[in-house]
């Protein structure tokens, strides 16, 4: 039987682990019938590279795996700033364009503008209309989303909602597996995907 391929995107490539939680997402994924595919499995000799060629080099590589696959699950908590990871958010509309569906998950709770707001600080003004916005009186973004309107497009327009699983514990923000695998449940409803087992 031939298993649907799962595009694993995330900022998870920055864990201390990342090789290690890969897996053990792989494995998550086995269990629902799906292969997994991760950045990961690219073997790629970077020595004699510089940075620049190396990352073009990554980048060409992880965009031929998305080609590869049937499906990507995104891993959307806000990194490093009040969004998801640029590359994540790239990587979803790169498997949208090929008309691959997006399932996704966060670990915070907060709407975009929450966060957006909460981070921006002081520097975030009330406008006499009720919206908010930053210090060079551009608009932030509120349509109640998880996250930038097209993130959310991405995942909602494939047919499941985001997974939103709120932690309180900020050490498992970006390793708690449990919302990935309602991602799993979701995709293989949808996808009609049966275990081997």
Do not use: W
Request: glycine share 8%.
């Amino acid at each position: 039987m031939i298993r649907l391929r799962v595009y694993l995107a995330g900022p998870d490539v920055f864990l201390p682990n990342a090789a290690a939680f890969a897996d053990t997402k792989r494995k998550l994924c086995d269990a629902y019938g799906f292969t997994g595919v991760s950045p990961f499995d690219n073997e790629i000799d970077l020595a004699a590279l510089s940075k620049h060629a190396a990352a073009l080099r990554i980048s060409a590589a992880n965009e031929a795996m998305i080609r590869g696959c049937n499906l990507v699950i995104a891993n959307m908590t806000p990194f490093r700033g009040p969004s998801a990871d640029v590359g994540t958010a790239y990587e979803m509309g790169f498997a949208r364009a090929l008309g691959l569906p997006v399932f996704a998950y966060t670990t915070v709770g907060d709407s975009l503008v929450e966060r957006t707001r909460q981070a921006l600080g002081a520097e975030a003004a009330e406008r006499p209309s009720g919206q908010f916005e930053d210090s060079f009186h551009m608009a932030i973004e509120d349509f109640d989303g998880v996250d930038n309107l097209m993130l959310d497009g991405a995942v909602e327009s494939s047919g499941a909602p985001i997974v939103v699983k709120a932690m309180s514990d900020d050490h498992r923000r970006f390793t708690d597996l449990s919302p990935f695998e309602e991602c799993l449940k979701l995709a293989a409803r949808q996808l009609k995907v049966t275990r081997d087992r």
